[in-house]
């Protein structure tokens, strides 16, 4: 559920949030990448859906998700100041590290015609101020415009399903959730799995 999540997230300190940012980042074989000063980690599950993290260096955060079947799929169907617009309320140094950056394949770039000044796109647009978890304001207005559930549309819950919130975090645990979740054939290829996850784990401490 995306509010037991959202719950979860908030109760989980943000030292262990980027812990497993940076694990699901390797595990999904997603480059890690650093913006400024922030480290950039990110979620794909090669269908359309992501999460990205940016994490600063004063312990702030920001985590942007995307559902490419949802109404909140801005990049199909809007424009530039809409999506802009979804930021509204995330600090400008926030947004910064998602201004006039090269495209990747988590986060495609919405051009403004008039400037050429270009901007990730996001379904859901989240951000840490250093003691809580905050959806942004034009992410929550716009939804509210458009009588769209926030958290259903940005793909928030299913985008944040494999950093296992709430819930114990090893290599162990994670192999079992995608067994459960239907990932192995045969026990040869979920022992190969789980060695492979122990090394990222051991790698992250």
Known sequence: MSDD???ALNTTPIAEIRRRAAIIDTLAEVEPVTVESAERFAWNDSGGQSAVWYFTPDGR???????HESELNLYAESTYAVQESLYAGVPA????????RPENYESLNLTDPETD????????????????WQAAE??????DREGLDAMTESGFGYCLDDYLFGQEFTAESFVAYRQD??????PAEKDEALAAARSVFTRHG
């Open 138 to 143: 034009g992410f929550l207005a716009h939804c």
């Open 5 to 7: 999540t959202w719950d």
């Open 181 to 186: 979740d239907g990932w192995y054939d045969t």
């Open 93 to 100: 140094d926030l947004v910064q590290l998602v201004r006039n």
């Open 61 to 67: 955060a920001m985590l942007l998700t995307f559902d």
């Open 117 to 132: 000044e270009t901007i990730h796109y996001a379904g859901g647009v989240f951000w840490f101020d250093g003691t809580r």
